[in-house]
């Protein structure tokens, strides 16, 4: 068994990489699917889209031909649609709750016809959006992620300055290094961010980390209000023994290196074990499987049941040849020379539940073992806590607490999005940025700014 990189041809490595959900074939594909959409009353599809997208209005713009339009609808209430034309759980938000699954047939395919508008509107640089006039009022974002993008966009409109600051060199945070290349790939995210900053009035200033080249307090003085996008940091430590060993890697970093350097310069191992049942868990286990990985197990402490993916994506996993190991966590890691070899893990059984309503795994006092040489871990990401302590920020275990306006116990300081709530989907972080903007809007046309 070995961690081993350039595992594959060029030519394995394009299609094992090659876009997931594929766009429509042709503008006859996207008409004959948006003309099955019935343009619900009331529609619940809205209502399951976190940025309310008006999805009848934008299909029914697709039916004629109206394709700017549509863009138009999408990137009015998120931004980012074309991202999340490709990242969004649809089977959980929009298309889950298409009136079609009550009639037992296939849900209108609204990410791929979101995907249709949104392409097409930024490969064409389409303008779609103008600035107001300037208001003179200048505001700093702290995050060039979905949550910051989103509220420099709306702001901007409004006439205000935006200038963020991004402590990596590119832009879009984690579309843009933490989500599966297969998904969405680095040049679409280079795209969206410039198409987002295309209106004007935004200045990305990359390299630039809060507490090492700026302080909050600088940020303050300079400027009208300041917002905190600064998403979620590391991957959530095991700590159990062995977890230091060589081989042992986190899921958050094992995506960013196949995103900065490429397929080929990615090492990975012959038996993978991937720990955890998130998104990220996924993420990181197809492309262990997609890198040349002969065998990757995904081991989860709880049931299908718990599960924090969807189903589609346990899908993918399965299609991918991934092992999936329910109720088992992880007791040890054992190695030889410094090098990992085996994952022990605890098989479990559900008790009660816990405060997250969902039943807590318990030990069974049984253990299975797994010989691996590589493990990489997924069990969710743990906040800046150290970070938003020494800017003496109200936190909760590293979550920002933030008023009913977004507003920190700072005044002027408001945050949204993955730094707040721990962790969500994408665009529930372009919400976050919305209402920021729009609570920051509030702020520096009050006399609370104004004097
Ligand atoms: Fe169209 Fe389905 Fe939404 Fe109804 S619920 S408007 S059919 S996409």
Redesign the pocket.
Known sequence: MAILPNRLTAEQYEQNFSDVHPPFESREAALVEAN?????YD????KSCPTSIN??KF?KQITTDNVKGSAHTIFDANIMGGGCSKVCPVEKL?EG????NLLDEP??P?AKLQRYSTEKAIEQKWPLFQRKPSTGKKVAVVGAGPAGLSCAHVLSREGVDVTIYEKESKGGGLMTYGIAAYKVTPQFCEDEVNFVTSLGGITIKYDQELGRTISLAELQTNYDAVYLGIGVGVARQLDILGEQLEGVEDAIRFIYDIREKGFPSVPVGDKVAVIGLGMTAIDAATQAKRLGAKEVTIVYRRTQAEMPSTEVELNLAKLDGCRIIWLASPKVVLGENGRVNQLVCNVMELGVPDTSGRRSPVETGQTITLDVDMVIKAAGQTPYEELVSKNQLTHWYGKIAINENGETNIPGVFAGGDCVNGGKEVVDAVQAGKDGAKSILNFIMSERVNG
Not at 97 to 100: D, G, R
């Open positions: 099955r959409c019935l343009f619900c529609a619940p599809c809205i999805i009848p299909i929009c709750s298409c009136v079609f849900p209108i609204i």
